[in-house]
């Protein structure tokens, strides 16, 4: 699976310099391009939660991993397009709130530390400590929601896997096991 991962990798960077391309830079910024850029961002980066299982779990390379990822999205569009806005609006709500408080938290600490004294060696303590306390928990929650992310995309791969075998199997497509975390969230 190396080779496959360095693929995707590869493809990922492509994908990056055409969108930077898009957008443009400094005074040639393109307000469509910036529009395009982000759609192929969006595309791309739901494309991936699915290629990244393919190549992962059923041992594909990355042109089949990619036919695969485009069957399981256009089968489920609307799954995927609900999931899209549903995940990435909590896990990004929920990581914005945790950002202010360790950036406030990172504030709060720097602000205290630099009243104790007026040098120079006192303020770099306060303002390391301070990127510190807001740096730490900010690197743990990038992690944690693109974890929850992928975690929640993997399982829904997973599902349609199960209702691809249950369809084939002469079964109804609700018949199909769908993984814990998924379940959870599709009961509500």
Not at 26 to 37: D, L, V, Y
Not at 38 to 47: C, L, Q, Y
Not at 69 to 86: D, H, P, Q, R, S
Not at 167 to 180: C, D, I, K, N
Request: aromatic residues 6%.
């Amino acid at each position: 699976d190396g080779l496959d991962l360095l693929a995707l990798a590869a493809a990922s960077t492509v994908v990056k310099l055409v969108e930077n391309a898009l957008r443009g830079n400094g005074r040639s910024r393109n307000i469509t391009g910036g529009i395009a850029a982000s759609i192929i961002n969006t595309v791309w980066t739901t494309a991936t939660f699915f290629i990244l299982p393919a190549m992962v779990i059923e041992d594909l390379s990355l042109p089949q991993a990619l036919k695969r990822a485009t069957y399981i999205v256009k089968n489920n569009f609307m799954l995927v397009a609900v999931t899209e806005i549903g995940v990435g609006t909590v896990v990004g709500l929920v990581g914005f709130l945790l950002g202010l408080v360790a950036v406030a938290l990172g504030v709060v600490v720097f602000l205290a530390l630099s009243q104790m004294g007026a040098g120079l060696v006192v303020l770099a303590i306060a303002i390391l400590a301070g990127v510190l306390v807001a740096g730490i928990p900010l690197a743990l929650i990038i992690a944690f929601t693109s974890y929850v992310t992928t975690a929640y995309h993997t399982c829904l791969f997973l599902w349609a896997r199960e209702t691809e075998k249950a369809v084939t199997q002469g079964e109804s497509a609700q018949m199909a096991h769908v993984p814990a975390p998924l379940a959870a969230v599709l009961a509500r």
